[in-house]
C-alpha cells in the first residue's frame, strides 16, 4: 500500500540556519504531495502541495519539489527562525483513494 | 467563524465508560474525516464519510461508531472505552473531487482514558 517515510527527529537548528527535512513516498499511481505544520497544542495546517512531477510548492518560505524519479518531496528553508518550531508532516494522497496518508512526522525545534 | 471545530477540545473519563467527540464543518464539503494521532505523533485515518455515507473504514475496533447526520457534521461515539484509546482525535473535510486541495483539520480533542 502506499506510505510514505520521513526522517526520524527531533530537528534542532539555530535560528536562521538552513533547514531539509527528508520525505520519500511510495504510491501505485501519481499521488498529491503535501506537508502539514502541527504547532504545539494546535490541529494540523496544510504548508504546501504539489500535485505533478516536477511541481514546486511554496509557503512562508518554506519549498519542496515533487520529485518522481527520485519518489521525494523533500521540505526546504532558506534562514529558519524560532516561530517554526513544530512537528512537521508529509503525505501523500492518490486520486480516487479519498484519504491522507501521512509519515511520522519530524519535530523542528530551533532556538534563538 | 472556526472551519473544522470539534467538541469538547479535552475530554478526561474513566475506563469503560461511553463518550462522544462531535465535529462541525461550515466549508461546504462533501467528505469529512476522522484520524487518530498516538503519543508518537503518528496519524491514522479511522473513518471517511461523502455526502452522508461510509466510505472509509479502517481496522478500527467496533466499539467506535461515527455518524454523520449530514454532511456538515461527523461525530464519533466511543463505547466501553479502554486505556489504548487514549489520544488525539482530529476531525479534518475536504471536497471530494478537489482532494489534491489538501484537507482542513480540526484543533483535536484530546482524550485521556484513565
Known amino acids: 500500500g502506499d506510505s510514505v517515510t520521513q526522517m526520524e527527529g527531533p530537528v534542532t537548528l539555530s535560528e536562521e540556519a538552513f533547514l531539509t527535512i527528508n520525505c520519500t513516498y511510495t504510491?501505485?499511481?501519481?499521488?498529491?504531495l503535501f506537508w502539514y505544520v502541527q504547532y504545539p497544542g494546535e490541529g494540523l495546517q496544510l504548508l504546501l502541495k504539489?500535485?505533478?512531477?516536477?511541481d514546486k510548492g511554496s509557503n512562508k518560505g518554506f519549498e519542496a519539489t515533487y520529485r518522481k524519479e527520485t519518489t521525494s518531496f523533500h521540505l526546504e528553508k532558506g534562514s529558519v527562525q524560532v516561530s517554526d518550531s513544530a512537528v512537521y508532516f508529509c503525505?501523500?494522497?492518490?486520486?480516487?483513494?479519498?484519504?491522507?496518508?501521512f509519515g511520522t512526522g519530524t519535530r523542528l525545534l530551533v532556538s534563538p | 467563524d472556526t472551519a473544522v471545530s470539534q467538541t469538547p477540545k479535552y475530554l478526561v473519563t474513566q475506563m469503560g465508560n461511553d463518550k462522544s467527540i462531535k465535529c462541525e464543518q461550515n466549508?461546504?464539503?462533501?467528505?469529512m474525516y476522522w484520524y487518530k494521532q498516538d503519543s508518537k505523533k503518528f496519524l491514522k485515518i479511522m473513518f471517511s464519510?461523502?455526502?452522508?455515507?461510509?466510505?472509509i473504514n479502517e481496522t478500527v475496533p467496533n466499539r467506535f461508531s461515527p455518524k454523520s447526520p449530514d454532511k456538515a457534521h461527523l461525530n464519533l461515539h466511543i463505547n466501553s472505552l479502554e486505556l489504548g484509546d487514549s489520544a488525539v482525535y482530529f476531525c479534518?473535510?475536504?471536497?471530494?473531487?478537489?482532494?489534491?486541495?489538501?484537507?482542513?483539520f480540526g484543533s483535536g480533542t484530546r482524550l485521556t482514558v484513565v
Open positions: 464519510y461523502n455526502n452522508k455515507e461510509l466510505i
Open positions: 504510491a501505485t499511481g501519481y499521488p498529491s
Open positions: 466549508l461546504g464539503h462533501d467528505t
Open positions: 479534518a473535510s475536504s471536497q471530494l473531487d478537489r482532494a489534491n486541495y489538501g484537507y482542513t
Open positions: 504539489a500535485t505533478k512531477a516536477d
Open positions: 503525505a501523500l494522497s492518490e486520486k480516487g483513494f479519498q484519504k491522507l496518508v
